[in-house]
């Protein structure tokens, strides 16, 4: 069994960063491929990021690409999310997710979500 616990969200101005943390606990969650979603008010939950067991592979969408980079301390079994330049767009709950086999960039591939930490971005 996996458990995720995401922290870090809160209030910020538009142009502003952030950075959320995902706190992993597991026997085996080092071995497993990490990723955040997102989901505004009204609709569906989203692919944002995501990175491989190593850390050595790294997925974005392209909504966010070139401003958010995804990253992992295998010894702090921790993933993270730096957000940088901010958008009002980018208000949401933000979900770390958890995949065994192949790297969450949809929801079927996830095993495991986190229970969200919201994220709002001010214009």
């Known amino acids: 069994q996996v458990q995720l616990v995401e922290s870090g969200g809160k209030l910020v101005q538009a142009g502003g960063s952030l950075r959320l943390s995902c706190a992993a606990s597991?026997?085996?969650?080092?071995?497993?491929?990490m990723g955040w979603f997102r989901q505004a008010p009204g609709n569906e939950r989203e692919f944002v990021a995501a990175i491989n067991w190593s850390g050595v592979n790294t997925y974005y969408a392209d909504s966010v690409k070139g401003r958010f980079t995804i990253s992992r301390d295998n010894a702090k079994n921790t993933v993270y999310l730096q957000m940088n330049s901010l958008k009002p767009e980018d208000t949401a709950v933000y979900y770390c997710?958890?995949?065994?086999?192949?790297?969450?960039?949809?929801?079927?591939?996830?095993?495991?979500w986190g229970q969200g930490t919201q994220v709002t971005v001010s214009s």
């Open positions: 597991g026997r085996t969650v080092r071995m497993h491929n």
């Open positions: 997710a958890s995949g065994r086999t192949g790297v969450p960039r949809n929801s079927r591939e996830v095993d495991y």
